[in-house]
């Protein structure tokens, strides 16, 4: 079965430029969640959809961020205009709602020069 | 109060031994605790989950122990071995359906042969 397929794995860009992420969740799963990882934070939600809806965004950190859930195959996570500190590595995850396990897929890598 | 705080951040042990991870939890609300092994360049996979109901749950080498009184919980792994050796994340959720995972922010494990 396919996991959660995300698209770019490695994206390298300049300062300034807007950036898409692109996810596909597991077939079936009705919640869709975007986390950021770093070291300094380690795992942080930025935002959750149930049912292709977005429920909390409050992770978002700035209004550069916008996440769309288009429909229950897709989502998109798009940074406009990037910044060096976006630098990190944006994960998707899925699972079905009310379900505990979340699968997440490989990440997206993003460094902004 | 939405915080789970892990520790400790780096965890160096040999073969054999037991490394333990702790967390801390403050939203009383929080009733389902999970823990997650990344391996490097992939995402986050579920290792072995807890709820508030038990004090203890074992899979394999892999033991939590949940102190609710304390609002505590720990990672046991016997017997580690050098496959081990991965990023491990606390977690926590409401129990309201349809709410997200918030992580502690890693604990990176190295078991040396």
């Known amino acids: 079965d396919a996991g959660v397929i995300q698209s770019p794995r490695h994206e390298v860009t300049e300062m300034g430029q807007e950036v898409t992420l692109r996810c596909k969740p597991i077939?079936?799963?009705?919640?869709l969640f975007w986390y950021r990882q770093t070291m300094m934070r380690g795992l942080e939600l930025l935002i959750y959809?149930?049912?292709?809806?977005?429920?909390?965004d409050s992770g978002m950190p700035e209004d550069r961020f916008s996440a769309k859930m288009p429909n229950a195959s897709f989502s998109t996570l798009k940074i406009q205009p990037s910044e060096p500190r976006d630098s990190a590595v944006y994960f998707c995850?899925?699972?079905?709602?009310?379900?505990?396990?979340?699968?997440f897929g490989e990440g997206s890598w993003l460094t902004v020069v | 109060q939405q915080q789970v705080k892990q520790s400790p951040q780096s965890l160096i042990v040999q073969k054999g031994g037991i490394p333990i991870i702790n967390c801390a939890y403050e939203?009383?609300?929080?009733?389902?605790f999970p823990w997650y092994q990344q391996f490097p360049g992939k995402g986050p996979a579920l290792l072995i989950a807890?709820?508030?109901?038990?004090s203890e749950k074992k899979e394999g080498r892999f033991t939590i122990s949940f102190n609710k009184s304390a609002k505590q919980f720990s990672l046991h792994i016997m017997d580690s071995q050098p496959g081990d050796s991965a990023t491990y994340f606390c977690?926590?959720?409401?129990?309201?359906?349809?709410?997200?995972?918030?992580f502690g922010k890693g604990t990176t494990l190295s078991v040396s042969s």
């Open positions: 077939s079936g799963h009705n919640s």
């Open positions: 939203n009383t609300a929080f009733d389902y």
């Open positions: 977690a926590a959720s409401p129990e309201q359906a349809g709410t997200a995972l918030i």
């Open positions: 995850a899925s699972s079905l709602f009310g379900g505990n396990t979340i699968y």
């Open positions: 807890i709820r508030p109901d038990v």
């Open positions: 959809f149930n049912n292709n809806v977005p429920i909390d």
